[in-house]
């Protein structure tokens, strides 16, 4: 049972908070985007769509759905691929996710 929910813990981390399972930080975000015309759209489907560079595989990877709605979780796209592609990579120098604002550096003073 709780293998179980370890689980679903995770599953939950990684497709709805963009967090991964293996790593337990933040999936790095796509390198640049770029918008691809879709030959032969159907109705309901989109004729651009977005599409972002993966740091690990350099391959332009769609953001969005081709279905001409709204999601609940935009990101999912990249996620799903990210999970399954980068392994633990990051881009280089995305491996500090503190922003340093006055609230950090007042904490570092006080050694916390």
């Not at 370890?6 to 796509?30: E, I, K």
């Not at 999601?71 to 120098?93: D, I, M, N, R």
Request: proline fraction near 4%; aromatic fraction near 12%; include cysteine.
């Amino acid at each position: 049972m709780i293998s179980l929910i370890g689980f679903f813990s995770s599953y939950h981390m990684q497709f709805a908070h963009g967090v991964s399972a293996m790593t337990g930080r933040p999936f790095s975000p796509p390198l640049s985007y770029r918008t691809s015309s879709r030959r032969h759209a159907l109705k309901l489907e989109r004729s651009e769509i977005l599409e972002g560079r993966c740091h690990k595989c350099k391959k332009w990877v769609p953001v969005e759905s081709i279905k001409d709605c709204e999601v609940k979780v935009k990101e999912l796209f990249w996620w799903k691929h990210a999970a399954t592609c980068h392994q633990g990579s990051q881009v280089p120098g995305d491996d500090d996710f503190y922003e340093q604002d006055d609230v950090f550096r007042h904490l570092q003073e006080l050694g916390l």
